[in-house]
């Protein structure tokens, strides 16, 4: 997946409820979620995957429909490509993790359903930071603006900023290139992906709430510069006199 974005975690799990859950959760912690039904349509999905579509994470339930989780995880193992990418099984309540043949060659970590949300990121985070080092402690800094890309804390001005996962995402982009004029399109493609079917005014929803979150009094102008019949950039604040 897109290296200017927060890792992305593809979920494969049968149990609508289960799946709701731990794409929320993930959402919440500031990752993005990519969810699948079950194992067939996961492994079709990595099948075509790009070299910036691969996820950073895998989170699979051991019971599916069709191929089991142990099956599917054994499958994503056997592919070169995926052999950096660390899964995370989820097991059935009171299925013990022990009798899940293969523990040290399928996967790389594992909970029990029901899961704590908080006890979920926790999880796949530690399994990030030790898979992926450069996720680890990695900051973006703009101006006054600085991101921690593990922790998904924003600081502006020695102030906290409070964002949601989608605002979050945005800025991210604007951190990351900061000399770069996005499109309404580019950044629609970049956060939700060219299938999303989101409208071109949501974007302008996002890029309020962003100014909003960011906005300092002692400034004038917004953080967020609006380009005329070209789109959204990151503009440097004038020093307060």
């Not at 990695?138 to 964002?163: A, E, P, Q, T």
């Not at 004029?181 to 989101?198: D, H, N, T």
């Not at 009094?217 to 380009?227: A, C, G, S």
Request: proline share 5%; hydrophobic share 40%; glycine share 6%.
């Amino acid at each position: 997946m897109t290296a200017h974005l927060p890792p992305t975690v593809l979920i494969i799990d049968s149990d609508i409820v289960s799946r709701t859950a731990s794409s929320n959760a993930l959402e919440r912690g500031g990752l993005i979620a990519a969810v699948t039904q079950n194992g067939d349509e996961a492994l079709k999905l990595l099948a075509t995957a790009t070299e910036y579509q691969i996820p950073h994470l895998i989170l699979i339930s051991s019971k599916l429909e069709g191929l089991s989780g142990l099956e599917v995880c054994t499958i994503i193992k056997t592919k070169k490509k995926f052999h950096n990418v660390p899964i995370v099984m989820l097991a059935e309540k009171n299925e013990s993790i022990e009798n899940l043949e293969g523990l040290e060659n399928s996967f790389d970590g594992y909970l029990n359903k029901p899961f704590i949300a908080t006890e979920l990121i926790t999880k796949i985070k530690n399994i990030l930071g030790k898979f992926k080092p450069a996720l680890r402690k990695k900051v973006l800094s703009f101006g006054d603006i600085k991101m921690d890309l593990l922790s998904y804390r924003v600081v502006k001005n020695n102030r906290v900023v409070h964002l949601g996962p989608t605002e979050f995402k945005i800025l991210q982009l604007f951190v990351g290139d900061p000399n770069k004029i996005f499109s309404r399109q580019e950044l629609m493609i970049c956060v939700w992906g060219e299938k999303a079917g989101v409208e071109l005014r949501t974007i302008d929803v996002h890029i309020n709430r962003l100014r909003s979150a960011l906005r300092d009094p002692r400034q004038q102008q917004p953080t967020i510069k609006t380009v005329r019949s070209a789109g959204y950039c990151l503009e440097l604040p004038e020093p307060v006199k």
